[in-house]
């Protein structure tokens, strides 16, 4: 199990710059734990990735810096959440020196192509039918996030629940929705295909 493994276990490993085929090794399979855990720090799956590539990065740069004998998955869950506020701040200072630009903004959002242009109508369409067979406490849940104003921590309140147990209950319904929706479009591309046989 990759949480009690440190760079000092298996034959041979005498430090890291003699185990950079184990750094690599522990590195790969960590990976999906790590995408897991930045997405919960953050709700964009892109953005969870690019984070995950960043954290990667820093990960090797630093992998001579990994201390032989400690715990290797809380080494790079502590560098990756890390990462996760550096970009954060970032993004709050883009803001504050972007905030006297909002009429260019305005303007610019103005602009967009409309969204019958950019989303795949077939995929809009698969989504919601994915949406409609969702249970209603988890339709709420998803209108609420995506459909108001309102914040995650606000509904928390109203629910008497963490703000953090309805962030994960929201990435499972994502997760859950984008398989949903590939598995819908699959089936309508089979019903349109003909058979060949």
């Known amino acids: 199990m990759i949480d009690d493994i440190s ?94 630009h909002e009429e260019d903004f305005a303007l610019a959002e103005s602009a967009r192509p409309p969204e019958s242009e950019i989303v795949n109508p077939e995929a809009l369409n698969a989504l919601r039918d994915c949406l409609k067979r969702l249970p209603s406490h988890d339709q709420e ?10 914040t995650l921590g606000d509904y928390a309140k109203d629910l008497n629940r963490r703000p953090g147990t309805l962030k994960a209950r929201l990435f499972k319904i994502r997760e859950n929705l984008r398989r949903s929706i590939e598995d819908e479009l ?3 591309e089979n019903r349109l295909s003909p058979i060949s046989r």
């Open 7 to 100: 760079m000092s276990e298996g034959p041979g490993l005498a430090g890291l710059t003699a185990s950079t085929e184990r750094f690599e090794e522990l590195l790969v399979a960590l990976q999906p734990r790590l995408l897991l855990y930045i997405k919960s720090l953050v709700s964009n799956h892109h953005e969870a990735e690019d984070l995950l590539q960043r954290s990667n990065l820093i990960l090797w740069r630093k992998r001579e810096n990994f201390e032989p004998g400690s715990n290797f998955r809380a080494w790079a869950f502590a560098i990756a959440r890390l990462e996760v506020c550096n970009q954060l701040r970032q993004l709050r200072r883009d803001q504050r020196v972007f905030a006297d």
């Open 141 to 150: 849940l998803v209108l609420m996030r995506y459909a108001t104003d309102r």
């Open 186 to 188: 699959r089936r309508r």
